[in-house]
């Protein structure tokens, strides 16, 4: 499982998790002793499997190395893993024997700032400003954890929607990397002549990479779905234009008329069959299950639109610290340290997403990988939230209204159907987003 | 105790009389006090299971039933909207397409697997080299977990580089779309329905047929009976009775299938083969509305209460002719 199919997965689990929480909370709140965060001179620290099979030892040994200050709580680790995460944050925070800091799905801290649990990281960034951790974090991320009410959490790794191309089969078709929309229809055309698709994705069961392709060309054009109200305002020229766009590309041929129902896997075996030239998905698409192939995958360029506005879409994974901790301040100074510490989860490959901080995606060991550190100089600056073009701090609503929702899978699977009009199929999401939002 | 006495307490025994001594006749007490004594103590013994029951089932249905009352979403509970959600449910043109491919799946998933698997049962009565290695292989389907089988439909038809579009290719169909193309991608699921679901219908009339006394197939053959004669006026009169069990059972089965539907497509595409249970999901765990969810699958519940019922019904006509 690559942390980027899987982002937006974990969203939806977590409002899931989230949401057996809150029913719990009343309950099993009156049931505890407290004691949460770690009670006493220790504190949780709750963190996913990101990467392999060595992410979570690694990652274990820099947090129990954490040495306190005197009066402040030591740290004790828990890896968590991703099957019933949810449930398992939900009922450990409703009943205050949750951990006091912790990562999780990438939109959880957003929901359990919206049901009080959360311990905002302003102080903690004020704090990181003195010692330039703050201005280590790349462009954009921080803004992306901020709310009304502050900031629910830090950015901790990113996954990202870019595109990709097999090298040898650009090679073949005679073209390169394509820069803007005409470049990449011409591209996807030269491919057709060898038999390839070039806009591969997939939009079947389990799979949300279809419906964030979409959004990110639609943000690519300087549309998106929300405005500045954080109100769905899909049906703007920019996602007419953009959506007509694809229309074209599908029904030109370009798409694989069976992408609306593939899975992760199914697309994986398509970039393995090598029917797939050009596609789009996250950025652990070579270590998927894609054979001989991973090594002639190529970052694309992102692409500039009709009006030459550039953009895409990303999601900010995150670490957030809980109301429920033996001490806030001891939640911040472990979080201090941990990010002063973490780089070797990069660094040693242990297969976490994108780094949040310049000093890691400078060192020596990272800049091995020539896809990551492009996606890192040409993709991270230009990428957004689902917020766009409103903002671009995430919000509450942004989980149970396109995150995967089924409007917005339907919207996909009409579109790549291509037996729809763009401005009745971006109507029909319009109303049932707002359906949803009553 | 002796032969004479045994012989004895035989006969007191026939006359209700017990080995103890004569004690109180059978019509001394009324039958119906012993019957409410009995019942009392039977209904004491089962008290702690029907507390369980009560805990485990009648709770959440309430809770449920309640929660469909409400507009509330999976963090909150919501205000008060009497019957709006149902009556909102059943306007939705999404409702009724669901509606409709929930009954083209059961009826497919009911008739189709009854079918395959009354064929196999016969078959499989015939004197087979290997019969019963044949009867673990043809079990493999239903015992398989439906994550597992899923996934193997899924690499045998998603791609066109999967085996089934190849074959097709091969055979002059050209490209064909298995799970993009809406009315194959219902096909398929129907058919991967009755795949997963013969087994299950051929123990059942395996078991039915078991039953069957061969010499009234002997006493028919005499008669002249033709083979057709001999299943349509023999076997499946005899074997009726457990057909309708087993169809109450796999309309169950059927309406409340979720993985079968879901692991293979989602629902998708656009759509097609989101059956209403597929929707209520879609609507409690996608969409976070819960009210019109739970309103969905109450609805569910109570046409799969009446056709039961009216099945049953059938039952008893059978247990009755």
Same mark, same amino acid.
């Given at each position: 499982?690559?942390?980027?199919?899987?982002?937006?997965?974990?969203?939806?689990?977590? #409002?899931?998790?989230?949401?057996?929480? =809150?029913? @719990?909370?009343?309950?099993?709140? /009156?049931? !505890?002793? &407290? $004691? +949460?965060?770690g009670?006493?001179?220790t504190?949780?620290?709750?963190?996913?499997?990101?990467?392999?099979?060595?992410?979570n030892?690694?990652?274990?040994?820099?947090?129990?190395?954490?040495?306190?200050?005197?009066?402040?709580?030591?740290?004790?680790?828990?890896?968590?893993?991703?099957?019933? #995460?949810?449930?398992?944050?939900?009922? =450990?925070? @409703?009943?205050?024997?949750?951990? /006091?800091? !912790?990562? &999780? $799905? +990438?939109?959880?801290?957003?929901?359990?700032?919206?049901?009080?649990?959360?311990?905002?990281?302003?102080?903690?960034?004020?704090?990181?400003?003195?010692?330039?951790?703050?201005?280590?974090?790349?462009?954009?991320?921080?803004?992306?954890?901020?709310?009304?009410?502050?900031?629910?959490?830090?950015?901790?790794?990113?996954?990202?929607?870019?595109?990709?191309?097999?090298?040898?089969?650009?090679?073949?078709? &005679?073209?390169?990397?394509?820069?803007?929309?005409?470049e990449?229809?011409?591209?996807?055309?030269?491919?057709?002549?060898?038999?390839?698709?070039?806009?591969?994705?997939?939009?079947?069961?389990?799979?949300?990479?279809?419906?964030?392709?979409?959004?990110?060309?639609?943000?690519?054009?300087?549309?998106?779905?929300?405005?500045?109200d954080?109100?769905?305002?899909?049906?703007?020229?920019?996602?007419?234009?953009?959506?007509?766009?694809?229309?074209?590309?599908?029904?030109?041929?370009?798409?694989?008329?069976?992408?609306?129902?593939?899975?992760?896997?199914?697309?994986?075996?398509?970039?393995?069959?090598?029917?797939?030239?050009?596609?789009?998905?996250?950025?652990?698409?070579?270590?998927?299950?894609?054979?001989?192939?991973?090594?002639?995958?190529?970052?694309?360029?992102?692409?500039?639109?009709?009006?030459?506005?550039?953009?895409?879409l990303?999601?900010?994974?995150?670490?957030?610290?809980?109301?429920?901790?033996?001490?806030?301040?001891?939640?911040?100074?472990?979080?201090?340290?941990?990010?002063?510490?973490?780089?070797?989860?990069?660094?040693?490959?242990?297969?976490?997403?994108?780094?949040?901080?310049?000093?890691?995606?400078?060192?020596?060991?990272?800049?091995?990988?020539?896809?990551?550190?492009?996606?890192l100089?040409?993709?991270?600056?230009?990428?957004?939230?689902?917020?766009a073009?409103?903002?671009?701090?995430?919000?509450?609503?942004?989980?149970?209204?396109?995150?995967?929702?089924?409007?917005?899978?339907?919207?996909?699977?009409?579109?790549?159907?291509?037996?729809?009009?763009?401005?009745?199929?971006?109507?029909?999401?319009?109303?049932?987003?707002?359906?949803?939002?009553? | 105790?002796?032969?004479?006495?045994?012989?004895?307490?035989?006969?007191?025994?026939?006359?209700?009389?017990?080995?103890?001594?004569?004690?109180?006749?059978?019509?001394?007490?009324?039958?119906?006090?012993?019957?409410?004594?009995?019942?009392?103590?039977?209904?004491?013994?089962?008290?702690?299971?029907?507390?369980?029951?009560?805990?485990?089932?009648?709770?959440?249905?309430?809770?449920?039933?309640?929660?469909?009352?409400?507009?509330?979403?999976?963090?909150?509970?919501?205000?008060?909207?009497?019957?709006?959600?149902?009556?909102?449910?059943?306007?939705?043109?999404e409702?009724?397409?669901?509606?409709?491919?929930?009954?083209?799946?059961?009826?497919?998933?009911?008739?189709?697997?009854?079918?395959?698997?009354?064929?196999?049962?016969?078959?499989?009565?015939?004197?087979?080299?290997?019969?019963?290695?044949?009867?673990?292989?043809?079990?493999?389907p239903?015992?398989?977990?439906?994550?597992?089988?899923?996934?193997?439909?899924?690499?045998?038809?998603?791609?066109?580089?999967?085996?089934l579009?190849?074959?097709?290719?091969?055979?002059?169909?050209?490209?064909?779309?298995?799970?993009?193309?809406?009315?194959?991608?219902?096909?398929?699921?129907?058919?991967?329905?009755?795949?997963?679901?013969?087994?299950?219908?051929?123990?059942?009339?395996?078991?039915?047929?078991?039953?069957?006394?061969?010499?009234?197939?002997?006493?028919?053959?005499?008669?002249?009976?033709?083979?057709?004669?001999?299943?349509?006026q023999?076997?499946?009169?005899?074997?009726?009775?457990?057909?309708y069990?087993?169809?109450?059972?796999?309309?169950?089965?059927?309406?409340?299938?979720?993985?079968?539907?879901?692991?293979l497509?989602?629902?998708?595409?656009?759509?097609?083969?989101?059956?209403?249970?597929?929707?209520a999901?879609?609507?409690?765990?996608?969409?976070?509305?819960?009210?019109?969810?739970v309103?969905?699958?109450?609805?569910?519940?109570?046409?799969?209460?009446?056709?039961?019922?009216?099945?049953?019904?059938?039952?008893?006509?059978?247990?009755?002719?």
């Amino acid at each position: 499982m690559t942390s980027q199919s899987t982002g937006a997965a974990f969203t939806r689990r977590s #409002f899931i998790g989230v949401a057996g929480g =809150a029913a @719990a909370t009343a309950l099993l709140a /009156a049931c !505890s002793t &407290g $004691g +949460g965060g770690g009670g006493g001179d220790t504190m949780k620290f709750w963190n996913m499997p990101w990467g392999g099979t060595e992410f979570n030892p690694l990652d274990k040994k820099i947090t129990l190395a954490y040495e306190p200050k005197s009066g402040l709580p030591s740290a004790k680790y828990q890896a968590i893993q991703w099957a019933n #995460f949810t449930q398992t944050f939900s009922s =450990a925070v @409703a009943s205050n024997t949750g951990p /006091a800091v !912790s990562s &999780g $799905g +990438g939109t959880q801290a957003f929901q359990f700032a919206n049901q009080g649990k959360i311990a905002y990281a302003d102080d903690l960034l004020d704090s990181w400003k003195k010692d330039g951790i703050y201005d280590d974090f790349l462009p954009g991320l921080i803004d992306a954890m901020k709310t009304d009410e502050g900031y629910a959490a830090v950015p901790y790794n990113l996954d990202v929607r870019i595109s990709w191309y097999n090298k040898s089969l650009m090679e073949q078709a &005679g073209v390169e990397s394509p820069k803007s929309w005409d470049e990449y229809m011409n591209v996807c055309a030269a491919l057709k002549k060898i038999g390839v698709y070039g806009f591969g994705l997939g939009s079947g069961a389990g799979s949300f990479t279809g419906s964030h392709i979409l959004a990110a060309f639609m943000i690519n054009n300087g549309g998106g779905l929300f405005n500045a109200d954080k109100k769905p305002d899909c049906v703007t020229p920019e996602n007419i234009q953009a959506m007509e766009f694809i229309l074209e590309i599908v029904k030109a041929g370009y798409s694989d008329p069976a992408a609306a129902t593939y899975t992760s896997a199914n697309v994986e075996s398509q970039w393995k069959a090598k029917k797939f030239g050009f596609g789009w998905d996250g950025a652990g698409l070579p270590a998927g299950a894609v054979g001989d192939v991973a090594g002639d995958l190529v970052v694309g360029d992102p692409l500039t639109g009709p009006s030459g506005t550039k953009g895409g879409l990303y999601f900010p994974n995150n670490i957030m610290m809980y109301k429920n901790t033996p001490s806030q301040k001891g939640s911040e100074a472990f979080l201090t340290y941990y990010y002063k510490n973490m780089a070797p989860l990069w660094t040693k490959n242990t297969g976490i997403g994108l780094p949040p901080l310049k000093s890691i995606a400078d060192t020596s060991e990272f800049k091995a990988d020539v896809n990551k550190v492009k996606i890192l100089a040409d993709w991270q600056p230009i990428l957004k939230t689902w917020a766009a073009p409103g903002g671009s701090g995430l919000f509450y609503n942004i989980a149970n209204t396109v995150d995967g929702t089924a409007p917005m899978l339907d919207f996909t699977q009409s579109i790549l159907g291509g037996k729809v009009d763009a401005k009745g199929a971006l109507t029909k999401l319009q109303t049932s987003i707002e359906g949803l939002m009553k | 105790m002796s032969t004479e006495s045994v012989a004895g307490a035989l006969k007191k025994a026939r006359r209700g009389v017990g080995v103890a001594g004569p004690g109180r006749s059978p019509g001394a007490r009324p039958a119906k006090k012993r019957k409410n004594s009995h019942a009392r103590v039977l209904l004491l013994f089962a008290l702690p299971s029907l507390i369980l029951l009560v805990l485990l089932n009648l709770y959440p249905v309430i809770y449920a039933g309640l929660q469909s009352l409400r507009n509330g979403d999976l963090i909150s509970a919501g205000d008060f909207v009497g019957f709006s959600n149902y009556i909102n449910v059943v306007q939705t043109p999404e409702f009724w397409h669901s509606a409709w491919f929930t009954l083209v799946f059961t009826v497919t998933g009911v008739f189709g697997s009854w079918a395959v698997g009354l064929g196999l049962a016969l078959f499989l009565r015939t004197r087979i080299p290997a019969n019963g290695l044949f009867k673990v292989l043809l079990l493999l389907p239903w015992v398989v977990p439906v994550v597992v089988s899923a996934t193997s439909w899924n690499w045998l038809v998603a791609t066109p580089q999967s085996p089934l579009p190849i074959l097709f290719d091969a055979l002059g169909f050209g490209n064909v779309l298995f799970l993009a193309d809406p009315v194959l991608a219902q096909v398929t699921v129907c058919v991967f329905k009755v795949w997963v679901s013969f087994p299950f219908m051929m123990m059942m009339m395996s078991s039915a047929l078991a039953s069957v006394d061969i010499n009234v197939y002997e006493a028919s053959k005499v008669d002249g009976a033709s083979s057709w004669q001999t299943f349509t006026q023999i076997t499946l009169p005899i074997i009726s009775r457990s057909t309708y069990i087993s169809w109450i059972l796999m309309t169950i089965f059927c309406v409340n299938d979720f993985p079968t539907i879901f692991l293979l497509t989602g629902g998708g595409p656009v759509n097609a083969t989101r059956s209403l249970v597929v929707l209520a999901y879609s609507t409690v765990f996608q969409n976070f509305q819960t009210g019109p969810g739970v309103a969905i699958a109450f609805i569910m519940t109570l046409v799969l209460v009446v056709i039961a019922t009216m099945l049953y019904r059938q039952i008893r006509k059978v247990n009755i002719e």
